[in-house]
């Protein structure tokens, strides 16, 4: 099973950008969809976007998300990648990464492996 570690949060002014990026060990991630979640305290983790297994030739979001994030994958690299941009104030959350087999799912319910988050702050 593989493990995952997220990095790239950090703080940003309204309208800036960031890069998230998960990265897998432990085992092919290829054979996982990946997607982000977030969450902020006393609310439930909400999907922010997924990407389907081996190629990644399917992606989806949030409705919230407007077009302002992708997320991509590079299979060699065992990685998946958010990048966030025009970011506003309600995206402040913990952003986590996750996989499961063997397609996206936007109940967080349905994964079983999780990576440890990352904190994201939108703020002027």
């Known amino acids: 099973q593989v493990e995952l570690v997220e990095s790239g949060g950090g703080s940003v002014q309204p309208g800036g950008s960031l890069r998230l990026t998960c990265a897998a060990s432990g085992g092919a991630s290829s054979v996982y969809a990946m997607s982000w979640f977030r969450q902020v305290p006393g609310k439930d983790r909400e999907f922010v976007a997924g990407i389907s297994d081996n190629r990644g030739t399917a992606q989806f979001y949030g409705d919230f998300v407007k077009g302002r994030f992708k997320i991509s994958r590079d299979n060699a690299e065992n990685t998946a990648t958010l990048q966030m941009n025009s970011l506003e104030p309600e995206d402040t959350a913990n952003y986590y990464c996750?996989?499961?087999?063997?397609?996206?799912?936007?109940?967080?319910?349905?994964?079983?492996?999780w990576g440890q988050g990352t904190r994201v702050t939108v703020s002027s």
């Open positions: 996750a996989a499961r087999r063997p397609t996206v799912h936007r109940n967080p319910l349905q994964y079983g492996i």
